[in-house]
């Protein structure tokens, strides 16, 4: 599923227009990517949670030049599902 079938489906499933949740939606997205900006972690009943690790920097090697390098320190966003979402998906998504 795409951006435009997910809004398409929301917006008949809430009864909104096409418009209306397109920009619910685009809401939505730039208020998380702020709070994951920031650091904070958010947890979503039934569903999971996402949490902002740091990777730290390591040294990888290229195995066809055996160069090594400095992978700096990174953020990235995390997931984990929530035990009753993992148990839905393992009965393929049926509730």
Do not use: Y
């Not at 397109?22 to 979503?44: D, K, R």
């Not at 055996?66 to 998906?89: C, D, E, I, Y």
């Amino acid at each position: 599923m795409n951006n435009k079938d997910f809004i398409a489906a929301l917006s008949v499933k809430e009864g909104l227009t096409t418009r209306d949740t397109q920009m619910l939606v685009n809401h939505l997205v730039a208020e998380l990517t702020s709070q994951f900006e920031n650091g904070s972690q958010l947890s979503v009943q039934n569903f999971g949670q996402f949490e902002v690790k740091k990777k730290l920097e390591r040294v990888v090697v290229n195995p066809s030049t055996g160069q090594r390098m400095l992978v700096p320190p990174k953020l990235v966003l995390g997931f984990k599902a929530s035990p009753n979402m993992k148990g839905r998906m393992q009965k393929g998504g049926e509730s």
